[in-house]
């Protein structure tokens, strides 16, 4: 059975910078896609970011282009998301996600398996 975990959340000020961790189990996490999405109160949720298993081809939302970095260390089968520049909108629950498939990354039906989320709250 897969779990994954996320960690590295907390509270910030605008300004600070924040690195989640998404940990793994399951021996064919090289092969997975890896996603990070978001949902704030009220809000549905989002696609943050994403980084393929082929040549570890990376994609961001727009609203995180240059603020945040998505990596992935295969070895320990764990997914990174370093958040730099947070601002009050991006307080979220923020989740990790592994995609089987050679779906968008961006569809968030497509993932098979879902961490439990982590609290990132940016104070202004």
């Known amino acids: 059975q897969v779990q994954l975990v996320e960690s590295g959340g907390g509270l910030v000020q605008a300004g600070d910078s924040l690195r989640l961790s998404c940990a793994a189990s399951g021996r064919a996490f090289s092969s997975w896609t890896l996603g990070w999405f978001r949902q704030a109160p009220g809000k549905e949720r989002e696609f943050v970011s994403a980084i393929r298993s082929v040549n570890y081809i990376t994609h961001y939302a727009d609203f995180v282009k240059g603020r945040f970095t998505i990596s992935r260390d295969n070895a320990r089968n764990t997914v990174y998301l370093q958040m730099n520049s947070l601002k009050p909108e991006d307080t979220a629950v923020y989740y990790c996600?592994?995609?089987?498939?050679?779906?968008?990354?961006?569809?968030?039906?497509?993932?098979?398996?879902w961490g439990q989320g982590t609290q990132v709250t940016v104070s202004s």
């Open positions: 996600a592994a995609l089987l498939s050679s779906s968008s990354p961006q569809n968030a039906p497509d993932y098979r398996y």
